[in-house]
């Protein structure tokens, strides 16, 4: 066997190499002992997957960065990635067992060492993908992670999954199937010059004498996105007892959504409904195509100290913050799309259009208009953090044209309060303090939803 049948500085068969393998590298193993640890390759830590909808993320943590090749092949519809620096060991093969049967897009995914140090992941598809492959830098209590964002080739459309869970005779459906025929950027972002005038700008002024039919007709009912924080690679902060904050606040966010759901004139849509990571930016894009009328980003982070206690509702600042904490605050959510993982090379235009600071100060009167209602509701089931909406510069409230506010609906990092959010009761106590509040900020500006 030629002294290249490993290339130079790589690292002893791990185990799990095969006997044929080992023999065939023959006597070039006692060389390549002899080099230095730092030239060896990686070793897979973890492999995950994250099915959803949207996209099937799969993501393989590893000990350093590593490079990766794809192609796609076509009856069937395959994919096919190439991960070079490792070989074949327990962790990458337990990618085959995290196949969920509910999936979308994989049916099955098959490993295999392709050549030395390169192994194949060949991903049998149930629909043909766009795959977007990147890798992250360690970051959190996460190593190198190579991600695999699995794409439909049609992109999912946010007013499809709305419609799809409609019954016929819903109201909503009608009004969304006829927004899904217009074009999509019917509603146009607002640029910072003011060219173009942002929807709640256009509400503040007096009404005109003839007022126009509000967008899809007088029926239309009142659509409120809820947005449930982290999900999927970002669990968001985590209680003493293990409870991760994207969880109990998904459950939140279903609590609420079937009591939205039950009001005669009301709506929810979910900019999450699974546990899979969505961006910040993604998020507020998807309140805006659906056109909601107020947006309600629900999270239960942690604090310093685990004293900390209480529910506090948070509102858009385009300068500064109101508190050293609520900017504490801010840049922790912020960074959400680091641990979540987004693919930066690809996204950055689009995160540049959105995350411009284009809102406007009547987004922000509203947004602590009904945040100020939603404190007042909650304070009767559970003690206020603050009594006052706090303001920073959170990047998930920066749709200029919808009120929106982040809700921390208890600290995760309080033991009571742990407690409190693991409780289905207790849960739906703050969900349903967050409808009150949200009907209460209807009741009082019911011309403002109405000329959406
Ligand atoms: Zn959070």
Redo the contacts with the bound molecule.
Sequence with gaps: MAENAYPPGAELPPKGFSRRQILSAGSSLLIISLLPRAAEAATILAVRTWPADEYTRVTLELDAELKAENFTLEHPDRLVVDIQGVSMDSTIKQLVSEVKPNDPYIASIRVAQNRPHVVRLVFDLKQPVAPQIFTLKPVGNYKYRLVLDLYPKVAHDPLMALTKDNTDNDPLAAVLEQLARNSPDQAPIPTVRGQEMPRTARRRGPLPPMEEPPDGGPNRPLLIALDP??GGEDP??TGRRGTH?KNV?LLIGHHLKKLIDAQPNMRAYLTRDKDYFVPLYVRVQKARRVKADLFVSI???AWIKPSARGSSVFALSQHGATSSAARWMAN??ND?DLIGGVDLANHNRQIAKVLLDLSTSAQITDSIRVGTRILDEISKVNRLHSRQVNRAGFAVLKAPDIPSILV?TAFISNPQEELLLLNPKRRAEIAAAMLDGIKDYFASNPALARRA
């Design positions: 924080g982290h968001g902060a904050e606040v999270h239960a982070d922790r959510e959400a921390e």
